[in-house]
């Protein structure tokens, strides 16, 4: 259906745009999908009869319930579009400017993400662990603060049951932030493990990473990438120094992420990877490298 300017409140409505994609961001963990839930929201209101429309007297609220019923549909299905990815399957990263307000003159579409940790790779991993209701559950209330009365009518269940929901999210989170190092300490380890890869420095390398560290790679099918993780500080150090001596003309640099400092894979003035890292006890124990040319769109 056409949208034109003589709807009813269309400029009040539209402007949501920024607060559903932001939501859709977090519980999706990629841009397009999105964008293709907050466009599906927006195709069921401009569906409704302005007789109905009117009758809504917070749109807001209607817009929030609509595009979560979306995001929780889509996240149900989503096992099985994993279970056929090619390689593994890692959330999106997105980079600063996405996260500055429109004030702050961010263009579009992700100048409606806010910049905290809700957005980093790492929380995205720990809630793509969750079932649907428990990632829908958190999302909203810890993150959006949206009361469990409200919640329960989205996911089908009772307050109760969706503040034990959040309860059983909030544990998974508080359990990967607690091994973690503090920002300062994250910063020394990843700029002196950003020297050692552009070196090639493999015994540098090493050094650096946890006897248990995991690297996974996103390719998805399109580009060339790992397709199982690749375990231990030997095997990560290795596959790391192999990956940039393929490409010879490409040049590493650090880069800030919602994760804190990772860094960027340039090459012909372009980027063609981001590499985000958790850091724990002055160690790297995760290595996230996502090199899905449609996961990097907002990055070129």
């Known amino acids: 259906m056409a949208i034109t300017p003589e709807d009813s409140g269309q400029d009040d409505v539209l402007g949501e745009r920024r607060h559903l994609v932001s939501l859709a961001f977090r519980m999706l963990g990629t841009v397009a999908d999105a964008e293709d839930a907050v466009q599906e929201t927006y195709i069921r209101w401009y569906r409704m009869s302005d007789q109905e429309r009117a009758a809504i007297e917070v749109p807001r609220a209607w817009l929030t319930k609509a595009a979560s019923r979306i995001c929780l549909n889509v996240l149900a299905s989503a096992h099985h579009r994993r279970e056929v990815y090619v390689g593994p399957w890692l959330p999106e990263p997105v980079p600063p400017l996405a996260f500055a307000t429109p004030s702050e003159g961010a263009g579009d579409p992700l100048d409606r993400v806010t910049l905290d940790e809700s957005v980093s790779s790492a929380l995205l991993v720990v809630l793509e662990s969750m079932t649907p209701a428990e990632r829908v559950a958190f999302v909203l209330h810890d993150v959006f603060a949206m009361p469990f009365d409200e919640?329960?009518?989205?996911?089908?269940?009772?307050?109760?049951?969706?503040?034990?929901?959040?309860?059983?999210?909030?544990?998974?989170?508080?359990?990967?932030?607690?091994?973690?190092?503090t920002h300062a300490e994250h910063e020394e380890v990843v700029k002196a493990f950003s020297a050692a890869a552009r070196?090639?420095?493999?015994?540098?390398?090493?050094?650096?990473?946890?006897?248990?560290?995991?690297?996974?790679?996103?390719?998805?099918?399109?580009?060339?990438?790992?397709?199982?993780?690749?375990?231990?500080?030997?095997?990560?150090?290795?596959?790391?120094?192999?990956?940039?001596?393929?490409?010879?003309?490409?040049?590493?640099?650090?880069q800030e992420t919602p994760d804190g400092t990772g860094f960027a894979l340039w090459e012909d003035g372009r980027i063609y990877g981001i590499v985000t890292l958790d850091?724990?006890?002055?160690?790297?124990?995760?290595?996230?490298?996502?090199?899905?040319?449609?996961?990097?769109?907002?990055?070129?």
């Open 151 to 181: 919640i329960a009518k989205i996911v089908g269940r009772s307050a109760a049951a969706c503040r034990q929901l959040a309860v059983s999210a909030r544990r998974r989170v508080q359990r990967s932030r607690g091994r973690r190092s």
């Open 199 to 254: 070196a090639g420095d493999i015994a540098g390398l090493v050094s650096m990473l946890d006897p248990d560290v995991v690297l996974r790679s996103d390719g998805g099918g399109v580009v060339t990438a790992a397709r199982n993780p690749v375990f231990g500080r030997e095997k990560v150090a290795r596959f790391l120094v192999g990956a940039l001596h393929k490409r010879p003309g490409s040049t590493v640099i650090e």
């Open 279 to 300: 850091v724990a006890q002055g160690v790297v124990v995760d290595v996230r490298m996502m090199m899905n040319p449609y996961k990097l769109t907002l990055w070129n």
